[in-house]
């Protein structure tokens, strides 16, 4: 049983272009993260979410929103997507903040 | 084989030797380290953990290194199978923040 859940695995789209990736979590967490992993496996937070609440918010664009409907998900939304925007999204959850995070299985993402 | 995860980021070790990976960290606040190993196409996997009350946990054939004066993590892996091949992360947490900082990764190639 997957625990943390992304699709797609791979989205290969075009400059300018909207999308979405999603993430479910089976682990009862009450906190749930997005992490982008650029070429050089550079891991670096996005946003967290705990209980559905927004918690951290990093410098992004405001092309990427993030929206969790429930507990267990934490969608990414991506707006005008550009060149720069290519890279590995992970998805994470956690009990809470002070504790060990759980991933995903990433998602490649290419724009061209 | 030793290497500091800022300046070699590679490390080639041969099975069944021991292996140590280093790594600095930056905020002395940090009270929660974690090791993550992360395989070519997956997402990070929880190694071990490490609070700041203590300078050294075991796993199975795993040995986190805690020393704070310096700033200082390690990993020992005992005994180094194929299967240890990957990309190795640390990650600290605290001091007010609410999120996991991640090293730059040091890559571990396990030589039959």
């Known amino acids: 049983d997957t625990a943390v859940s992304q699709t797609p695995k791979y989205l290969v789209t075009q400059m300018g272009n909207d999308k979405s990736i999603k993430c479910e979590q089976n682990l009862g967490h009450d906190t749930m993260y997005w992490y982008k992993q650029d070429s050089k496996k550079f891991l670096k937070i996005m946003f967290s979410?705990?209980?559905?609440?927004?918690?951290i918010n990093e410098t992004v664009p405001n092309r990427f929103s993030p929206k969790s409907p429930d507990k267990a998900h934490l969608n990414l939304h991506i707006n005008s997507l550009e060149l720069g925007d290519s890279a590995v999204y992970f998805c994470?959850?956690?009990?809470?903040?002070?504790?060990?995070?759980?991933f995903g299985p990433g998602t490649r993402l290419t724009v061209t | 084989g030793e290497s500091v995860g800022l300046h070699l980021p590679t490390l080639s070790v041969q099975e069944g030797d021991n292996s140590i990976i280093n790594c600095a960290y930056s905020n002395s606040a940090s009270d929660y380290f974690i090791w993550y190993k992360q395989e070519s196409g997956k997402g990070p996997q929880f190694i071990i953990d490490i609070r700041s009350n203590m300078d050294k946990r075991q796993g199975q054939r795993v040995t986190v290194l805690l020393n704070k004066t310096v700033k200082h993590l390690s990993l020992q892996i005992a005994a180094t199978q194929p299967g240890d091949s990957a990309v190795y992360f640390c990650a600290e947490l605290g001091g007010g923040a609410q999120k996991l900082v991640f090293g730059q990764g040091t890559r571990l190639t396990i030589n039959p």
């Open positions: 979410y705990n209980n559905k609440e927004l918690i």
């Open positions: 994470a959850s956690s009990p809470d903040h002070g504790s060990e995070q759980y």
